[in-house]
């Protein structure tokens, strides 16, 4: 009877204790219902089993149940069904390049308004921090602020730049809201952005900014910023031109479970026509130094919880994400069994959740990724942008996958 076990505590260097048997087997995954203690969860089972694809009021089904493990063994169900045992790192590191944004979102804690109580990244500063990366760099994830200071030219150079210094290093920029803004700022339109940012060596998108999809919250939340509607239009047109993306999802504030069943839904309609996520990550809110007036975050149930539904709802996602910076790294590693298949990365430095109240380290070494994801029964690979492996990365990725996944001992 093959089975995983996901230990969180009993190792003081993947941080483990035993906290749940999954079963592996399809004759024990048929006998499921057994083991379930939600009553409503039986009708998402066999939907599961065929897969079949989830409906809403099944995604709000889901968040209102208070089976935890029942949720998470659908999940990890669906995940192997789908995507296998292989989970994803990347050796990554984060460029926020600007924190002066004029678009007063409240649940911010990154944006300063004024220029004096900001800043912004020299091209020299960035090259730096690309030229001090230890090793081969795999993935140079660059986010920042809306800020009317910078002029158009900057934007193209910064890649130019990082090209330059590391030519191997795949360049994923700029949020649809970043792509908007600089639409409107510059009076082009959302293809000319993309082709100039293109010609200078982008290689894929990011997926923030989407925050939750719903007219209500936009409305008192992030008005001044892109829309629900005028997110997945520009995730269209990158998808169009041929330039993938990720997509998110802020939870745990303000918003309804049936809000978040839409956004998923949304999304998963989107990618329906046009493929072009590559990710999804959900991004659990932190409640520190913001304007929106709430006390508190997710809790872990809920972020496992919410890993869980968005592998049962986004069924033509075949990455999600654990992002290990907002849950830190023992709630990621046990997301590896509620339906997560990456990890993120090394990071290195990350101030946007960090200024939010995130009490997580800024960097992880590629060992310790490794180590987690094993401990986990899951086959670590290496990946750059495009979720393809790195040519460093090649003989070390074909040996782990000849790996069959042990359980770690209680």
Same mark, same amino acid.
């Given at each position: 009877?093959?089975?995983?076990?996901?230990?969180?505590?009993?190792d003081?260097?993947?941080?483990?204790?035993?906290?749940?048997?999954? +079963?592996?087997?399809?004759?024990?995954?048929?006998?499921?219902?057994?083991?379930?203690?939600?009553?409503?969860?039986?009708?998402?089972?066999?939907?599961?089993?065929?897969?079949?694809?989830?409906?809403?009021?099944?995604?709000?089904?889901?968040?209102?149940?208070?089976?935890?493990?029942?949720?998470?063994?659908?999940?990890?169900?669906a995940?192997?069904?789908?995507?296998?045992?292989?989970? %994803?790192?990347?050796?990554?590191?984060?460029?926020?390049?600007?924190d002066?944004?004029?678009k007063?979102?409240?649940?911010?804690?990154?944006?300063?308004?004024?220029?004096e109580?900001?800043?912004? %990244?020299?091209?020299?500063?960035?090259a730096?921090?690309?030229?001090?990366?230890?090793?081969?760099?795999?993935?140079?994830?660059?986010?920042?602020?809306?800020n009317?200071?910078?002029?158009?030219?900057?934007?193209?150079?910064?890649?130019?730049?990082?090209?330059r210094?590391?030519?191997?290093?795949?360049?994923?920029?700029?949020?649809?809201?970043?792509l908007?803004?600089?639409?409107?700022?510059?009076?082009?339109?959302?293809?000319?952005?993309?082709?100039?940012?293109?010609?200078?060596?982008?290689?894929?998108?990011?997926?923030?900014?989407a925050?939750?999809?719903?007219?209500?919250?936009?409305? %008192?939340?992030?008005?001044?910023?892109?829309?629900?509607?005028?997110?997945?239009?520009?995730?269209?047109?990158?998808h169009?031109?041929?330039?993938?993306?990720?997509?998110?999802?802020?939870?745990?504030?303000?918003?309804?479970?049936?809000?978040?069943?839409?956004?998923?839904?949304?999304?998963?309609?989107?990618?329906?026509?046009?493929?072009?996520?590559?990710?999804?990550?959900?991004?659990?809110?932190?409640?520190?130094?913001?304007?929106?007036?709430?006390?508190?975050?997710?809790?872990?149930?809920?972020?496992?919880?919410?890993?869980?539904v968005?592998?049962?709802?986004?069924?033509?996602?075949?990455?999600?994400?654990?992002?290990?910076?907002?849950?830190?790294?023992?709630?990621?590693?046990?997301?590896?069994?509620?339906?997560?298949?990456?990890?993120?990365?090394?990071?290195?430095?990350?101030?946007?959740?960090?200024?939010?109240?995130?009490p997580?380290?800024?960097?992880?070494?590629?060992?310790?990724?490794?180590?987690?994801?094993?401990?986990?029964?899951?086959?670590?690979?290496?990946?750059?942008?495009?979720?393809?492996? +790195?040519?460093?990365?090649?003989?070390?990725n074909?040996?782990?996958?000849?790996?069959?996944?042990?359980?770690?001992?209680?």
């Open positions: 009877m093959e089975s995983v076990v996901l230990s969180i505590g009993i003081s260097q993947a941080g483990i204790q035993p906290l749940l048997l999954l +079963p592996k087997s399809r004759s024990i995954v048929r006998r499921m219902n057994s083991s379930i203690t939600d009553t409503k969860l039986l009708s998402i089972l066999d939907k599961v089993m065929q897969d079949k694809r989830l409906s809403v009021e099944d995604g709000v089904a889901l968040f209102e149940s208070d089976d935890l493990a029942g949720v998470g063994c659908l999940a990890d169900m995940r192997d069904q789908r995507v296998g045992d292989k989970v %994803y790192w990347v050796r990554n590191l984060h460029i926020n390049y600007t002066i944004c004029a007063g979102c409240k649940f911010c804690a990154f944006a300063r308004i004024l220029p109580d900001g800043y912004v %990244y020299s091209h020299e500063q960035t730096r921090e690309i030229g001090d990366y230890p090793g081969h760099l795999a993935e140079a994830h660059i986010v920042g602020g809306c009317g200071k910078i002029p158009w030219e900057y934007y193209p150079e910064m890649i130019r730049t990082i090209k210094v590391s030519p191997e290093t795949h360049v994923k920029a700029f949020t649809m809201v970043e908007d803004f600089f639409a409107r700022k510059f009076k082009r339109t959302i293809q000319e952005v993309l082709d100039e940012l293109l010609e200078a060596g982008l290689d894929a998108c990011p997926g923030g900014g925050e939750i999809f719903s007219t209500r919250l936009h409305s %008192y939340m992030f008005r001044h910023k892109a829309g629900p509607e005028r997110w997945l239009e520009v995730a269209e047109i990158c169009e031109q041929g330039v993938k993306t990720n997509a998110t999802m802020l939870f745990g504030h303000i918003e309804t479970f049936h809000e978040r069943a839409v956004h998923l839904d949304k999304l998963r309609e989107l990618q329906d026509k046009t493929g072009g996520f590559q990710a999804f990550i959900p991004l659990a809110y932190h409640a520190d130094n913001n304007d929106l007036e709430v006390e508190h975050g997710p809790g872990a149930q809920d972020i496992l919880k919410t890993v869980a968005s592998r049962l709802m986004l069924d033509n996602f075949k990455h999600i994400k654990a992002y290990w910076i907002l849950m830190g790294e023992r709630l990621a590693q046990i997301s590896l069994v509620f339906g997560a298949n990456d990890i993120d990365g090394t990071v290195m430095q990350e101030k946007i959740y960090h200024r939010a109240g995130a997580t380290a800024m960097a992880v070494t590629p060992s310790r990724l490794r180590r987690l994801i094993k401990s986990a029964g899951r086959i670590p690979m290496e990946r750059d942008a495009l979720y393809q492996s +790195p040519a460093w990365a090649d003989k070390d074909r040996s782990e996958r000849a790996l069959i996944p042990e359980p770690v001992a209680v």
